[in-house]
């Protein structure tokens, strides 16, 4: 047989193949639903992806995750909120979030809270993770940028796709993020800071500028303004030990310090929100433990900063 | 540039493309579109480390060369040395000159002489262990006259930078594919068919056998201080397959890419793990270099010839040089003195060569004594593969008093759960398809082929499905680093 024929045959299988995958995801796609995962909060995501109307998206990494507490940001913002933070997500996949949902909402949001801090910049410590793939399975629009993650979008959207299998079938799912905080005290230091783990991920104690990163940062920073959005930065307590070691904070700090417009409220070490009994509330070197006392604090800030 | 990548999956097409449709009717663009191919492959890793493989590559075409015009013995052999010291000086360099800098620093320390030795910030090219042994078994054949020196630059170029065997093997030897470069390639439909059935297959043993077995083996060596015995044999259970779905998929796909370009590559692997002897093993295990070591270091040597004092030298000699060949790491060599271990006591009462054919020849299930035997070699590596992967010798040791305590009657428990119980039932239906396969080239060169059609590309839709959703994370093939 020629050669034509096999290229023949082959491109029958495989666009017999393509097809069948384009079925699947659409199948996958039409009835999706973000799912309970301990890295992120699957029902504000999925709140946020049905209601369409929400007035405080408060967006970024775990830091945002362990921070914030709904019910008090609603009571004293007057905004209904949604955390849509995910664990080592980083600016692409936070970007990624925030457009997808001014996309399909039918409101504009009043307020996005975004938790910015020393790593916010770095590619090993934030990674485009697991709540990626769920986007892209949500929100057929993305997909046209979908090359521009490639490859590390390949296994998020593996996993969010058989996350989405799985719970057709009543795979037993997983706790959300809630379950990550723990029983301890709020009036002293209960944990170790572990050099080693640090060490491993910033062996320099540098977290660096991912210029990349940057410039989704400066995409969220101009979706903000382009749709009269109030942005709201803030860095959330980290333990002195942790603090004292990042070398180029300041070159960091200076870029979320200098966005036009853009209030910036810093809770760590050297800023100017600073108290040292925060490090009372945390659960390791920085994430906190009580997103109750906390919001309770940044919400009364953000009033008074915004007046 | 990753077999498992989108971005092999685009260049591969392209390539076949181009060499059947618009370079077939020349042989010699064929070569060069292959040559080019093949450093485009190779410099989408690092393109400054191309210069090496360009460099060996001029090298041992210029020894060659000489060799064939020289006729003075002396200055035959100074050619082969040239060659020798330029192939295994680069490798000396970038794979171990820390590793002698710092035992030297550490030799002297214990002596009570201190000296500082700077050890150098060095990146390891890809594939270096691989192409200078390649290059150097044509210098050596060349030297013996066992091959005609080529006069063909761009063969020549094209046989030692063959893209798919470049970084990780088969090490072919110049006498078997450097011919089929000076041969007229004719497309053959069902060896192209077979070659991607065998890239399926090596996808298949790389992404959902090695790269699973790969999480699990990693988080168990990782915390194995914390583990119980039976936790920690598992974990080496675990990178038994890691490596040799690793290694053999990089394999399967090597050759399976090099037929859809009418290329014959040897084989690697011929199903180890259900070999009855470590001799056996040893056969079937990375039979490339297996074989290379055996023609250009054992044989030399003296081989078997000779009393046992000879026997006993050359086969740790073989195998300790084995070893080091894998790693700059006294893990290695002591993986490579283990195996000489467990392979002399076969050498020395001349049971070497009692396993040849394969096991449970025409039957479907091996005898008591077949079985215990396999379980007995299995468990043997097992034991030895512990080395290979472990951080340090300390690590290892550690790592096997933790498997012979008395927590080795626990229940494995790492932290993965079902994931583990998954992994684990892949593996062993992996092992059953290996075993019903072992016959042939590779497990599933026959399977369906007496099918009807639609029938046997639902199973091939099968594995494509399984790679893409029940695959680990992506990891790099493991003998990169080598």
């Known amino acids: 047989m020629k050669i034509g024929s096999f290229i023949k045959r082959s491109l029958k299988f495989l666009g017999l193949f393509m097809i069948l995958a384009i079925l699947s ?18 029902q504000d995501y999925e709140k946020a992806f049905n209601n369409k109307d929400i007035g405080l998206l408060a967006i970024g990494n775990s830091k945002l995750l362990a921070s914030l507490d709904n019910t008090t940001l609603q009571r004293e913002l007057g905004l209904e909120p949604v955390n849509l933070g995910s664990i080592f997500s980083n600016l692409s996949v936070t970007r990624l979030t925030f457009e997808s949902y001014l996309k399909n909402c039918k409101v504009m949001p009043k307020m996005v809270l975004m938790e910015v801090s020393w790593f916010t910049f770095n590619p090993v410590r934030t990674q485009f993770n697991e709540i990626g793939g769920d986007l892209f399975l949500n929100d057929y629009k993305l997909w046209s940028e979908a090359i521009n993650y490639y490859p590390e979008i390949i296994d998020p959207l593996r996993k969010a796709f058989m996350r989405q299998v799985y719970s057709k079938v009543n795979y037993p799912q997983q706790i959300d993020y809630s379950s990550e905080f723990k029983n301890m005290s709020r009036f002293e230091k209960t944990y170790d800071f572990m050099l080693a783990e640090f060490e491993e991920v910033f062996p ?29 930065l803030y860095t959330g307590p980290e333990v002195s030990e942790y603090r004292s070691l990042q070398t180029d904070i300041e070159d960091i700090k200076t870029i979320f310090r200098n966005v036009p417009n853009v209030p910036y409220l810093d809770y760590s070490e050297g800023g100017e929100f600073f108290k040292k009994d925060y490090e009372l509330w945390m659960k390791d070197s920085h994430h906190l433990n009580e997103p109750v006392l906390f919001s309770e604090i940044l919400t009364k800030d953000i009033k008074s900063k915004l007046e | 540039m990753l077999f498992n990548s989108i971005d092999f999956a685009i260049f591969l097409p392209i390539v076949f493309f181009l060499y059947w449709f618009v370079t077939q009717k020349n042989l010699k663009l064929q070569n060069l579109l292959l040559l080019v191919a093949s450093y485009v492959f190779y410099g989408w890793w690092d393109w400054k480390f191309l210069s090496l493989i360009v460099f060996s590559s001029f090298v041992d075409y210029y020894v060659g060369r000489g060799l064939a015009r020289e006729e003075n013995q002396k200055k035959r052999r100074l050619l082969l040395l040239t060659s020798i010291l330029v192939n295994l000086g680069f490798l000396g360099f970038f794979k171990y000159y820390n590793f002698f800098a710092e035992n030297f620093a550490e030799a002297f320390t214990l002596l009570g002489n201190p000296i500082e030795v ?151 692997f011929a199903f180890p793990y259900f070999s009855r002897d470590i001799a056996e093993f040893w056969r ?18 003296g081989g078997s010839r000779g009393g046992t004092w000879m026997k006993v030298r050359n086969t740790f000699i073989i195998f300790i040089v084995s070893g080091f060949w894998h790693g700059a790491n006294w893990t290695f060599i002591v993986w490579g003195a283990l195996n000489a271990i467990y392979f002399l006591p076969l050498l020395l009462l001349k049971r070497n060569r009692q396993n040849i054919g394969d096991v449970a020849e025409g039957r479907l299930l091996p005898n008591f004594r077949e079985l215990i035997s396999m379980t007995t070699t299995f468990l043997l590596t097992l034991l030895a593969w512990v080395f290979f992967r472990a951080e340090n010798l300390g690590h290892a040791l550690s790592y096997i008093s933790g498997i012979f305590s008395t927590s080795f009657f626990e229940m494995p428990d790492f932290g993965f759960g079902m994931k583990a119980i998954l992994v684990l039932l892949m593996t062993s239906a992996f092992v059953l398809f290996e075993w019903l396969g072992r016959h042939n080239e590779y497990a599933i060169e026959k399977l369906g082929l007496t099918w009807k059609r639609p029938l046997r590309h639902a199973m091939y839709y099968g594995l494509i499905l399984i790679i893409l959703f029940l695959g680990g994370s992506q990891q790099e093939f493991i003998y990169f680093q080598f």
Not at chain 2, 130 to 135: G, K, P, R, S, V
Not at chain 2, 284 to 301: A, E, V
Request: aromatic share 16%.
């Open chain 1, 25 to 42: 995801l659409s199948l996958i796609s039409a009835s999706f639903e973000f799912l309970p995962h301990s890295k992120y909060y699957g």
């Open chain 1, 204 to 232: 320099d104690h540098i977290a660096g500028i991912d210029p990349e990163l940057l410039a989704e940062f400066e995409r969220i920073v101009a979706l903000c303004k382009d749709n009269n959005i109030k942005l709201v």
């Open chain 2, 284 to 301: 079937r295990w990375h039979i490339s270099l297996s074989t290379w070591f055996r023609d250009y270091l054992y044989i030399p040597l």
């Open chain 2, 118 to 268: 700077s050890s150098l910030n060095i990146i390891l090219p890809v594939g270096i262990s691989f192409y200078t042994f390649q290059t150097l078994s044509y210098s050596i054949d060349v030297y013996k006259q066992k091959l005609e020196p080529t006069k063909d630059m761009l063969a020549f170029f094209a046989f030692v930078s063959f893209f798919p065997q470049l970084v990780a093997g088969p090490i072919e030897r110049a006498t078997n594919l450097l011919p089929q470069f000076y041969k007229k390639r004719d497309f053959v439909y069902s060896k192209a068919v077979d070659g991607l059935r065998q890239i399926l297959w090596g996808l298949f043993k790389k992404i959902v056998i090695a790269d699973n077995c790969a999480e699990m083996a990693n988080k168990i060596f990782d915390g194995s201080a914390d583990l119980n015995g039976s936790s920690l044999l598992l974990g080496a259970f675990f990178f038994a397959f890691q490596i040799y779905g690793d290694f053999s998929g990089y394999s399967d796909i090597a050759i399976g890419t090099s037929r859809l370009f009418g290329f014959d590559l040897m084989k690697n």
